[in-house]
């Protein structure tokens, strides 16, 4: 079982950049693929992007490639999501999540998330 803990969201400017970790619980973190979701109010939680248990494969949505970074630090338990060039969407909560397996863009095949941390861009 793994605990995660997101962090690092808040208010960005359009253009702007932000930096979310995501920090788990647990010694088999090494283990388990994570991804990035975000979701806004009334809508669809969507896969933003995905990292491989050991960092090796890494997948992003289209919306994000170019702009976005996924990486992870196994020993220190914690997965980054490096946010550049951010665009001003909407107010989003982004979530992430874990999955003892595959790596997967597909929310409802991961087993643990966390509470979330809320990322607003302003124009």
């Known amino acids: 079982q793994v605990q995660l803990v997101e962090s690092g969201g808040g208010l960005v400017q359009a253009g702007g950049s932000l930096r979310l970790s995501c920090a788990a619980s647990?010694?088999?973190?090494?283990?388990?693929?994570i991804g990035w979701f975000r979701q806004a109010p009334g809508k669809e939680r969507e896969g933003v992007s995905c990292?491989?248990?050991?960092?090796?494969?890494?997948n992003y949505a289209d919306s994000v490639k170019g702009r976005f970074t996924i990486s992870r630090d196994n020993a220190k338990n914690t997965v980054y999501l490096q946010m550049t060039s951010m665009k001003p969407e909407k107010t989003d909560v982004y979530y992430c999540?874990?999955?003892?397996?595959?790596?997967?863009?597909?929310?409802?095949?991961?087993?643990?998330w966390g509470q979330g941390t809320q990322v607003t861009v302003s124009s």
């Open positions: 647990g010694p088999t973190f090494g283990y388990y693929a």
């Open positions: 999540e874990a999955v003892w397996g595959i790596a997967t863009m597909r929310t409802n095949l991961y087993d643990y």
């Open positions: 990292i491989s248990h050991s960092g090796g494969s890494t």
